[in-house]
């Protein structure tokens, strides 16, 4: 797939541009009221199609938020909603993106949450912030770019145990 660079109008922070390389499992942020998120997937790391940054494995991503190493912690992704979660830790905060519906997934800063955020994996992003949340600029860039590079929402359990017993029915 060929790299997209999506603008985006983020409701309290401006515009921003959100750049996807599939291809090379690369994700960068930025904007002018935003620090610069970059999340890369490692050299001769195998992609997987579905994932947009081409894995879930966190020993295979490195993440900086300004120049600066965070850490970030994807879970496998199976069943449960709750499996597709992915959490960073930076600057003695954790932020995490889990699905909450099926196109969904909320934002979450220290268990606290900032709102919710919608993309398809391809790079367009869309976030809906909470009145009660007052998002920092770190918030909305890791927002974006989790978003970007994971995707959002995920199946209910029961109907992913529905398709997988149609899927055993001849």
Do not use: N
């Not at 610069?36 to 997937?41: A, D, G, K, T």
């Not at 969904?104 to 955020?117: C, E, K, P, Y």
């Amino acid at each position: 797939m060929t790299p997209t660079e999506t603008p985006a109008e983020d409701s309290l922070f401006g515009p921003l541009t959100v750049h996807l390389d599939t291809e090379h499992g690369q994700v960068v942020v930025e904007g002018g009221a935003i620090p610069r998120i970059v999340l890369s997937r490692a050299a001769g790391t195998e992609a997987e199609e579905h994932i947009p940054v081409g894995t879930r494995d966190g020993g295979a991503l490195t993440l900086t938020v300004d120049g600066e190493q965070a850490g970030i912690h994807p879970a496998k992704g199976r069943l449960t909603r709750r499996s597709y979660r992915v959490d960073v830790r930076h600057a003695r905060h954790v932020w995490r993106l889990v699905p909450d519906s099926l196109p969904d997934s909320r934002f979450l800063r220290d268990g606290r949450r900032l709102g919710a955020f919608t993309c398809e994996g391809d790079g367009r992003v869309s976030a809906d912030w909470r009145a009660d949340a007052a998002p920092d600029a770190v918030d909305v860039a890791l927002g974006y770019a989790l978003a970007a590079a994971f995707g959002t929402g995920a199946q209910p359990m029961w109907m992913l145990v529905a398709d997988a017993i149609g899927d055993l029915i001849p």
